[in-house]
């Protein structure tokens, strides 16, 4: 959806609807961590970005849904505050799943260089369990919708989420994305 420019003056920006935190894209989010609530002054830059999953359908030639993609998508930089313990969480998900992942397409390798079957499948295994396990521990929130002026997340702490206030703006001024 396409909203003109914002010219109401809004009590807050940023705010709760269901299980979803939505914010304009300027806003500065509070400063606790999005994973258990504890105060911090640690922030990661995240850029997110969101397209209308009708172009999922493209997929079936990947290089035109690239193309509609990039075209279409809708992006946003956000400060993501996340306190030490999970900031380190997150990067031993990511150390351990290069690692792994690493050392499973090599043994993937190895086992087709050495025509064994059971070498290789463990190795694409590995690769694919060191895939997830990056991705889910590492994974901050999920990215519900972008648009021009506002972004909408889901997955973060519901006690950082109680802290938030309503959504309350009138729908006709900015309704909230459909989740
Ligand atoms: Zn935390």
């Given at each position: 959806m396409s909203l003109g420019p914002l010219t109401v003056d809004l009590p807050s920006r940023i705010w709760r609807s269901g299980g979803m935190v939505i914010f304009w894209k300027a806003a500065e989010l509070p400063r606790?961590?999005?994973?258990?609530n504890a105060p911090t002054e640690n922030t990661l830059r995240r850029r997110v970005s969101w397209h209308h999953p009708?172009?999922?359908?493209?997929?079936?030639?990947f290089v035109i849904y690239i193309v509609a993609a990039l075209a279409a998508r809708k992006t946003a930089d956000v400060l993501v505050p996340i306190c030490d313990r999970h900031q380190r969480r997150r990067r031993q998900a990511l150390v351990v799943g290069w690692l792994v992942g690493l050392s499973g397409l090599a043994a993937c390798g190895a086992g087709l260089g050495l025509d064994s079957v059971p070498v290789a499948l463990l190795g694409l295994y590995a690769v694919c369990g060191a895939t997830v396990h990056a991705f889910v521990g590492s994974r901050l929130f999920t990215v519900v919708h972008v648009d021009e002026h506002l972004v909408r997340l889901r997955g973060v702490d519901p006690a950082w989420l109680r802290d938030v206030p309503p959504w309350d703006i009138d729908p006709e001024v900015m309704p909230p994305a459909e989740s």
């Open positions: 606790r961590c999005v994973r258990c009708g172009l999922y359908l493209l997929l079936v030639n």
